[in-house]
């Protein structure tokens, strides 16, 4: 089978790299394949949840974990 380059669309996108092994993944929203924009929520005791959000509003998940641990994004 031919390889193929990436897409636009994926070479753009925001990269999770696990700080440990060096795993990678790029997220989207499935319902308009926006980028998911990196955000943080406010537990009630104070503390600090990392989550993925869709930018048109289609909802949020837990950012990824992978090796025990949030996976970073730099962007």
């Known amino acids: 089978m031919p390889s193929q380059g ?3 669309i994926l070479a753009a996108m925001a ?3 696990c700080e440990k092994c060096g795993m990678s993944v790029n997220m989207t929203c499935a319902k308009c394949n926006a980028e998911l924009v990196n ?3 406010s537990k009630d ?3 600090k949840v990392g ?3 869709c930018p048109n509003d289609h909802g949020k998940i837990k950012s ?3 090796c ?3 996976m970073s ?3």
Do not use: E, H, M, R
């Open 68 to 70: 025990g641990q949030d």
């Open 39 to 41: 955000d943080a929520i």
């Open 15 to 17: 990269t999770y790299t």
């Open 64 to 66: 990824p974990l992978c």
């Open 45 to 47: 005791d104070g503390s």
């Open 51 to 53: 989550i993925s959000k």
């Open 73 to 75: 994004c730099p962007i």
């Open 6 to 8: 990436l897409s636009p």
